[in-house]
């Protein structure tokens, strides 16, 4: 119901950073969740990181201590900073609207983050 759009994918080596960006619509900001998941080649959508209505966070196994998923107020925007990016890190990014837990919403075109070894 809630359209999120994300950006901010490319290509970058093995060990660099890219932080992506999911812009989030001004009136709901402060009272939803938002959840990041990718796709990588060959495999399913897998959450990646989320970020409560209320600032709590949770990330995969795979991406912790890498990745830090933030908010901030003042542009609407939900960030998704990755660092030490890894190969299998390569995959398309989605940002997507939480409730309950679960993806609400269809997904939208997503942000390329290609990682080379």
């Known amino acids: 119901q809630v359209h999120l759009v994300e950006s901010g994918g490319g290509l970058v080596q093995a060990g660099g950073s890219l932080r992506l960006s999911c812009v989030v619509p001004?009136?709901?900001?402060?009272?939803?969740?938002v959840g990041w998941f990718r796709r990588a080649p060959g495999k399913e959508r897998e959450p990646v990181a989320s970020?409560?209505?209320?600032?709590?966070?949770n990330y995969a196994d795979s991406v912790k201590g890498r990745f830090t998923i933030s908010g901030d107020n003042a542009k609407n925007t939900v960030y998704l900073q990755m660092n030490s990016l890894k190969a299998e890190d390569t995959g398309v990014y989605y940002c997507?609207?939480?409730?309950?837990?679960?993806?609400?919403?269809?997904w939208g075109q997503g942000t390329q983050v290609t990682v080379s070894s």
């Open positions: 997507v609207r939480l409730v309950g837990g679960a993806v609400s919403g269809s």
């Open positions: 001004g009136n709901i900001f402060k009272i939803i969740s």
């Open positions: 970020i409560s209505e209320i600032g709590i966070t």
